[in-house]
């Protein structure tokens, strides 16, 4: 049977990139492309189509910051599905965005400046508004929009045979510092979409506590910077262009191996048609028994020390 997968903020940017690649994957995928805007989601359809003619490629029109779209969306996946095998909670907003120049020249000058320019802690300051349901509009789209979403979807999400995933893009612009569970919108705030982005990852955790035994697993995933619609809002393509080089060097020397999971093995991967992949392996072991093998090797490497110091002093 095909597998199912509706993408939210799929007519550009990372989510166009991912139906991409997800078909490049899985050739007879059923995609579903959950979007606001139609014409847009016709045009990307009938090109994923043209080059992936094996798969079903659909859409459904939604916009995650009204929740009567939501709604009505919902009703509609539950009458053309009878289960969804992944879900990515992509779709997202910056409106709005201003740099905040004078942290910009503070950060260039000081030791933080590659974390500022990896992560935009400070940079980006956004004007948010009010939904017509009353809500902070990043809160609605990039966080509640989607969590309304996935409860009116649960009965195509839990499944006791098989299990679904959810997959939010998230953004390493994700900072507790901005976030408040006495204001979960940030409605008093400067960095709604920092605070947005928090906000999912908290959710993501969270939906694994409340969903893993109903056969939901929930993931979190940030794209890197990408020039996309949301990014040339900050600054100008040509900008991006010429930041290029200067972002490259930062990417290189932030590459912090302890960001990388101690008990996961990296795997490379080529598929049958040769192209290359990297995927993860969890490592069968305990900390505890590495910990005593690291104190038997320790061991005997003092005893090898000894007996060839004995051994050269002998001879
Ligand atoms: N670009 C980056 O460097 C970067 C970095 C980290 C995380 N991200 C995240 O990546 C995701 C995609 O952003 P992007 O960079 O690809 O920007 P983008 O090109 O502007 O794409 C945003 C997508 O979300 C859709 N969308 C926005 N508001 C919506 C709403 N109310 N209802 C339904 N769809 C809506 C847009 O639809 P329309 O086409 O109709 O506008 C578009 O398809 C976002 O969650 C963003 O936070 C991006």
């Given at each position: 049977?095909?597998?199912?997968?509706?993408?939210?903020?799929?007519?550009?940017?990372?989510?166009?990139?991912?139906?991409k690649?997800?078909?490049?994957?899985?050739?007879?995928?059923h995609?579903c492309?959950a979007?606001?805007?139609?014409?847009?989601?016709?045009?990307?359809?009938?090109?994923?189509?043209?080059?992936?003619?094996l798969?079903?490629?659909?859409i459904?029109?939604?916009d995650?910051?009204?929740?009567?779209?939501?709604?009505?969306?919902?009703?509609?996946?539950?009458?053309?599905?009878?289960?969804?095998?992944?879900v990515?909670?992509?779709?997202?907003?910056?409106?709005?965005?201003?740099l905040?120049?004078?942290a910009?020249?503070?950060?260039?000058?000081?030791?933080?400046?590659?974390?500022?320019?990896s992560?935009?802690?400070?940079?980006l300051t956004?004007?948010?508004?009010?939904?017509?349901?009353?809500?902070?509009?990043?809160?609605?789209?990039?966080?509640?929009?989607?969590?309304?979403?996935?409860?009116e979807?649960?009965?195509l999400?839990?499944?006791s045979?098989?299990?679904s995933?959810?997959?939010w893009?998230?953004?390493r612009?994700?900072?507790?510092?901005?976030?408040c569970?006495?204001?979960?919108?940030h409605?008093r705030g400067?960095e709604?979409?920092?605070?947005?982005?928090?906000?999912?990852?908290?959710?993501?955790?969270?939906?694994?506590?409340?969903?893993?035994?109903?056969?939901?697993?929930?993931?979190?995933?940030?794209?890197?910077?990408?020039?996309?619609n949301?990014?040339c809002?900050?600054l100008p393509?040509?900008v991006?262009?010429?930041?290029?080089?200067?972002?490259?060097?930062?990417?290189l020397?932030?590459?912090?191996?302890?960001?990388l999971?101690?008990?996961?093995?990296?795997?490379?991967?080529?598929?049958?048609?040769?192209?290359?992949?990297?995927?993860?392996?969890?490592?069968?072991l305990?900390?505890d028994?590495?910990?005593?093998?690291?104190?038997?090797?320790?061991?005997?490497?003092?005893?090898?020390?000894?007996?060839?110091?004995k051994?050269?002093?002998?001879?």
């Amino acid at each position: 049977m095909r597998k199912a997968v509706l993408v939210t903020g799929a007519s550009s940017g990372v989510g166009l990139a991912l139906c991409k690649r997800l078909l490049e994957e899985d050739h007879e995928l059923h995609l579903c492309l959950a979007c606001r805007n139609r014409s847009k989601a016709e045009a990307v359809c009938e090109a994923l189509l043209a080059s992936h003619p094996l798969a079903e490629v659909s859409i459904v029109q939604v916009d995650v910051s009204n929740l009567q779209s939501v709604f009505r969306a919902s009703e509609e996946l539950k009458q053309r599905f009878q289960r969804l095998d992944y879900v990515y909670l992509n779709a997202g907003i910056m409106p709005n965005p201003q740099l905040n120049i004078k942290a910009l020249f503070s950060g260039l000058f000081s030791r933080k400046v590659i974390h500022m320019f990896s992560t935009a802690e400070g940079l980006l300051t956004q004007e948010d508004q009010i939904t017509a349901d009353g809500l902070q509009e990043v809160f609605e789209t990039n966080v509640f929009g989607h969590f309304i979403l996935i409860q009116e979807l649960a009965p195509l999400l839990c499944h006791s045979d098989s299990p679904s995933q959810l997959i939010w893009t998230s953004s390493r612009n994700a900072r507790k510092s901005n976030f408040c569970l006495e204001d979960i919108q940030h409605s008093r705030g400067q960095e709604p979409y920092s605070s947005s982005k928090y906000a999912v990852d908290l959710l993501s955790v969270a939906v694994n506590r409340n969903f893993n035994s109903r056969g939901l697993y929930s993931s979190v995933v940030c794209p890197g910077t990408m020039v996309t619609n949301m990014t040339c809002g900050i600054l100008p393509p040509f900008v991006w262009t010429l930041l290029m080089p200067i972002i490259w060097l930062v990417w290189l020397f932030h590459q912090k191996p302890e960001s990388l999971n101690p008990l996961t093995k990296y795997l490379s991967a080529t598929t049958g048609f040769g192209s290359n992949y990297v995927m993860t392996q969890k490592m069968d072991l305990d900390e505890d028994t590495a910990e005593k093998f690291y104190q038997n090797l320790l061991e005997l490497e003092k005893h090898v020390r000894a007996t060839i110091q004995k051994r050269n002093h002998q001879s």
